[in-house]
């Protein structure tokens, strides 16, 4: 019941926010390019001031030392995810040969399959129930997650230019200030560069970083609302995404650590990251480039409301149980 309840409160946050940015997208308070002033906002600043911000505190050498299992297993889990994202996203969207839009869908698609809200969702439910001394844990354990999330996650969300092949245009869309973030964070967190850092620079960082989570809510919100919803609650794609995101995959994933009788605080970890229910990346990512958002959208909305309940069953028959 504390899964289920702390889960139903973080739901209560994100929809109030998405509530806001929907009024305000459709009473028009905010002009028809907010979605790309917010979305902008967030790629150049918030996001790469969270992945400096977590990297300098949580990547230091003894922590790794300490923690390799966890760390280990969470790379498994995540290279698992990103390989079973391929053939799961080609059901969703075919025929992609020749067709940048297409093709572009079904990266959206791959996104969704590989990851889910593990941050704001997961850290607000493993540090309710289990503590500060888990949340450690969970840091640790999705340390890789949060390096593929915000590399190859967010590479396949930046269109490809028409025509791209050369290495040099490769090269160009690795050059934004979230993806740089990573190198920059791991060299300063084995350097320990937070303990000689000015403290306002860090300062800067946490303030930024909390700026992520409720502008992306907002952004999600004013994308809704550009939208005719009841198009959007009837896609039966997102629907079957959601079941495999929310239901088949973390399954799939408890059952095989149940059969090699692995320790219950890697299957927490496991549930928490990987039964999360789909982030705002995908609408984000695509509201910057002016590509569609709808399908994002409409992931996110159904699959946050569906995760309220499938969380804490999943808790309850694979940990409890």
């Given amino acids: ?28 308070i905010l002009p028809k390019n907010s979605d790309t002033v917010m979305s902008r906002l967030e790629m150049y600043i918030f996001l790469p001031a969270l992945t400096l911000s977590n990297l300098l505190k949580n990547c230091s050498v003894e922590a790794f030392a300490q923690n390799a299992s966890l760390i280990l297993y969470g790379l498994i889990f995540v290279l698992v995810a990103i390989i079973l994202s391929y053939p799961l ?18 990266n959206i698609y791959k996104y ?3 990851f889910g809200n593990f941050g704001f969702l997961g850290n607000a439910i493993v540090l309710s129930v289990w503590g500060s001394d888990m949340l450690f844990k969970y840091t640790m354990f999705t340390f890789f997650l949060s390096v593929f999330c915000y590399s190859w996650g967010l590479l396949i969300l930046t269109p490809k230019e ?4 050369s290495i040099s245009a490769f090269l160009k869309r690795l050059m934004v200030p979230a993806m740089l973030a990573i190198p920059i964070g791991v060299i300063g967190g084995f350097l320990q560069l937070e303990r000689i850092l000015p403290s306002f ?3 800067i960082l ?6 992520m989570g409720p502008t992306a809510m907002i952004l999600a919100g004013y994308v809704i609302a550009q939208y005719d919803l009841k198009e959007m609650l009837f896609n039966k794609k997102v629907y079957i995404a959601t079941f495999l995101r929310l239901i088949v995959i973390p399954t799939c994933m408890l059952m095989i650590m149940k059969l090699l009788n692995m320790h219950q605080d890697v299957m927490i ?3 928490v990251s990987f039964a999360a229910p789909l982030g705002l990346n995908t609408i984000v990512y695509p509201a910057n480039y002016g590509c569609d958002t709808k399908t994002g959208a409409s992931m996110a909305m159904i699959s946050n409301t569906f995760a309220v309940i499938t969380i804490p069953l999943l808790y309850l028959l694979f940990i409890v149980l």
């Fill in 1 to 28: 019941m504390d899964v289920f309840y702390i889960t139903l409160n973080q739901m209560f946050t994100l929809f109030s926010l998405i509530l806001l940015g929907f009024v305000l997208g459709k009473k028009g």
């Fill in 89 to 106: 996203s080609a059901l969703f969207v075919k025929n992609i040969k020749g067709n940048p839009d297409k093709a572009y869908q079904r």
């Fill in 112 to 114: 969704a399959m590989a």
């Fill in 162 to 165: 028409q025509g791209e092949i």
């Fill in 201 to 203: 620079i860090m300062t």
């Fill in 206 to 211: 946490n303030n930024a970083s909390s700026c």
């Fill in 269 to 271: 970890l496991v549930l």
